[in-house]
């Protein structure tokens, strides 16, 4: 099991995860990723937000890790190096999605961590984490991390529950 940034080497997989949770209303890539965009630019803005340089508009300093597997990709977790106003209200420090077909093997559990960890190095004592009300399987795995419920908030129609966890 192995944490690492994506490389050209994974577009179809990545491609296909990523239309995976599409089909759930969420997103695999982040950073402004779409179908139609070059691959090569994608890797370039995911090693361009690692260090904070040519961010997307309204977009703040970030790692994206993906999970790797006896050699498949099960997971992402993406860290924020700070909180802007969205962030703060509806994002959070650290986002995280499993694969369907990988669910309920731990990997949340170990996506969290990492990105609890990473957000400690970062001099983040607090992270915060949002998910949607009805996805009772990530608020169980917040809420088995430490996580406490500070509110749950209307973001389009959704309601939010936002937690705070303690990265060390």
Avoid at 40 to 67: D, K
Avoid at 114 to 126: F, M, P, Q, T, Y
């Amino acid at each position: 099991m192995i944490f690492r940034l994506p490389e050209m080497k994974d577009e179809s997989v990545l491609r296909g995860a990523h239309d995976e949770l599409k089909g759930e209303g969420s997103n695999f890539l982040l950073d402004g990723f779409s179908q139609d965009l070059a691959f090569e630019e994608y890797i370039s803005r995911v090693q361009n937000s690692q260090a904070g340089v040519h961010l997307l508009e309204n977009r703040v300093q970030s790692t994206f890790l993906l999970l790797e597997v006896a050699g498949e990709i099960v997971g992402r977790v993406s860290i924020r190096h700070e909180l802007n106003d969205w962030l703060t209200t509806y994002g959070g420090h650290i986002g995280y999605a499993v694969r369907p077909g990988h669910r309920r093997k731990g990997y949340a559990k170990l996506l969290l961590a990492e990105g609890l960890r990473l957000c400690a190095s970062l001099g983040i004592s607090k992270a915060l984490l949002t998910c949607n009300d009805s996805n009772l399987a990530s608020a169980k795995v917040i809420e088995s991390a430490g996580g406490i419920l500070e509110n749950k908030i209307q973001d389009s129609g959704t309601l939010l529950r936002r937690y705070w966890v303690a990265t060390s």
